[in-house]
């Protein structure tokens, strides 16, 4: 199964992120908000109409790394998208 990562090379949880998951051999397209405006303007996109973001939003983070797994589900925990992975 393959997985979306959303985030930037410029955050730890995004590094450690793509760090497991290559481990243990995912399949991840990358969109690094750092180096791509494309992939800046697919994160704002999510940060603005996603109720996932509600929280992040009123708490003033950044919400990376988004996962977004091949079913459509959208996490920020890398331990929910490895389980889901293993089902």
Known sequence: MKVI?????????TVNTLKVLNEKGVEVEFFNLSEDLSALKKYLHYR??????DEVRKNGGIGIPLLILEDGIKTFDLNEALERLEK
Not at 5 to 13: A, F, K, M, Q, T
Not at 48 to 53: F, I, N, V
């Open 5 to 13: 990562i959303v985030g930037s090379h410029l955050c730890e949880d």
């Open 48 to 53: 603005e109409t996603e109720t996932m973001y």
